[in-house]
């Protein structure tokens, strides 16, 4: 599974407005899942649940919460953006300003932990963050995405 083939514009949501990790996986989730046939507080249960095991900050300001989820056939992916920066983890200094929403099927394991390889590998690339953070629309964020993941090999 290749993320650079993951990345929609229709599924990137920026200028989200939130507080804490908690309203921003619903801010997420209100708009996602319904495209996906899901059930938004479902979804934000299941990934407030994966949430409690550990903050999904990877630093920088970009978070990749994630979770497996009943009713998917294949991997989807939100990326937010959020209007102020929101705390994850409970510690005002881990502050998130973009996040990676992964969404799986339960019975995809592998795929799971691959897309959530090849999103750290890509935000490893400062050009990349900064291109994310500036961007002004849709397109350009899911554009700057794939190019990184192409120039990448995922």
Avoid: W
């Amino acid at each position: 599974m290749k993320i650079h083939k993951l990345i929609e514009p229709d599924n990137v949501y920026l200028d989200l407005a939130a507080e804490d990790v908690e309203s921003a996986l619903a801010a997420v989730a209100d708009v996602f899942a319904p495209k996906l046939g899901l059930d938004p507080g479902a979804v934000v249960e299941s990934l407030l649940e994966r949430e409690a095991l550990g903050s999904t900050s990877v630093g920088d300001g970009f978070a990749i919460p994630h979770c497996k989820t009943q009713g998917l056939r294949q991997i989807a992916i939100a990326l937010a953006r959020f209007v102020q920066p929101v705390p994850f983890g409970g510690d005002r200094e881990d502050l998130v300003n973009f996040a990676f929403v992964v969404l799986s099927p339960p019975d995809q394991p592998a795929a799971h932990l691959q897309v959530l390889s090849q999103i750290a590998r890509v935000l490893k690339r400062r050009d990349l963050r900064a291109e994310l953070m500036s961007a002004p629309g849709v397109e350009e964020v899911a554009d700057a995405i794939r190019q990184a993941a192409e120039s990448e090999g995922l």
